[in-house]
């Protein structure tokens, strides 16, 4: 069974940092590319970032510089790194991997940035 369960989401000042994680299980993780989504609320989901099997990595363009892509193939982790959050970062963030026609998802983590 493959599983992807993201952590780390949680309330955040604007400005602060945050850490998302994403641990999968069930398939043969160095082999896929793995991405992070979010959906806020009342918009479509959107790509964040990604990461591929041989470490090449590409960001939504306006967020390049705050935000960093990184796996860990020895802990089957992909990472999400936020840097100087903002009101507008508020969403369910979800990490995906995919591989060909082999498409799945996690859950999602909420990461709400507010005062």
């Known amino acids: 069974q493959v599983q992807l369960v993201e952590s780390g989401g949680e309330l955040v000042q604007p400005g602060g940092s945050l850490r998302l994680s994403c641990l999968v299980s069930?398939?043969?993780?160095?082999?896929?590319?793995m991405s992070w989504h979010r959906q806020a609320p009342g918009k479509q989901r959107e790509w964040v970032a990604l990461i591929t099997s041989g470490g090449h990595i590409n960001y939504e363009q306006t967020l390049t510089g705050r935000f960093t892509i990184a796996r860990d193939n020895a802990k089957n982790t992909v990472y999400l790194q936020m840097h100087r959050v903002k009101p507008e970062d508020t969403a369910v963030y979800f990490c995906?991997?995919?591989?060909?026609?082999?498409?799945?998802w996690g859950q999602g983590t909420q990461v709400t940035v507010a005062s």
């Open positions: 069930g398939i043969q993780f160095s082999d896929y590319v």
């Open positions: 995906r991997a995919n591989r060909n026609t082999e498409d799945y």
